[in-house]
């Protein structure tokens, strides 16, 4: 046998073919990461000669194993930041989207699912790593996921909604935040008197209450206490808080959408679309359902002239239209960018 050093270039050129990976870059970082932790997780979990329980593997084997064999391939693999997600944070990424699951002592693959995208492609979620499908199944690795056409799926995959994956409410953004808001109101308690400077969502933007006097009625609201934001629904008279009801950040997210909506100011993202991408640019933090959407592509990290806030995503065009309901269902309006599309 004779050994024969590859470059870096020609080891993510071999890895990219052997994924049918067809992206480079940060695309292919992350779905050769992914898969590297389904392979350890599945080889590590399952019983000796098919035989016996599945053990749960531990975060730390999963994570070690996987530097191992990619370290030489992408250095800095030690690296964990929100713009360029390290291993750990795509197992846990994993986990969000269903493509593994954290038990008390590990993580084990759970059973694989489709679920149906458009133009007759579906997401397969689980079933360990793409060896392990049936062989008439070849599937491409996308980032963090799997995409197959959906013809592929008959005789072996139940088809899934997008909506029940995302699992929003299902009663509709309207709805919800109807029902929330009246729940609120039942929950009222009187206003403590040491509240810190509180601050008004009116008309699509926060507000100091010092420069709303003449506000009455109910409202979303916030204050900060050192490094804390507590977000409640306060009722409010001539400008003055009189009682309120705590919330969680997650649902005071969710109801800012459907304010904008009833201001006849939606939320709106631009995109840039190109022949196999999207890319989504957003100032705005999703709920967690629809956050977890995002995942179905990857992140790119923001340039010196980038406003702080912005987030650049970039989602393949085969699960674009199951991002696109998360966002729809949140009232969030699309708009097409010009512009050229080299940082992909």
Known sequence: MR???????????????????????????IAAIAECLRAACFLRAMPT???GAWTPVASLSLTSLTRKHLGPIWPGMLDD???????????????????????EKGWLPPPPRAIRSQDGYAVVLGGGPSPRFPRSVKARALGRVRVIPTSLCAGWLDMGDPSDWIGAPLEGLATWSSNFLMQASRRFTSCPTDVAPVSVYVQGRWSELVSQPSNSGHFLAKCRTENIVSYFIGKFHCGRLEQLASIEASDARRLRFYLDLEAGRPCKMQIESSPRFVTLRSYRRLPPEQEKALLLGWELPRTESDH?????HVIPVETFPIVRCAL?????????????QGRI
């Open 81 to 103: 930041t929100e713009a360029k997600p390290g291993v750990l944070s795509i197992l846990d990424s994993l986990e969000q989207i269903g493509d593994l699951v954290r038990v």
């Open 3 to 29: 050994w024969q050093a590859l470059s870096r270039h020609e080891a993510q050129s071999i890895l990219a073919n052997g994924l049918s990976c067809t992206t480079q870059g940060e695309g292919l970082r």
């Open 308 to 312: 702080a806030g912005l987030k650049i």
């Open 49 to 51: 000669e098919n035989r």
């Open 328 to 340: 729809e269902g949140l009232g969030i309006v699309l708009v097409e960018r010009g512009g050229a």
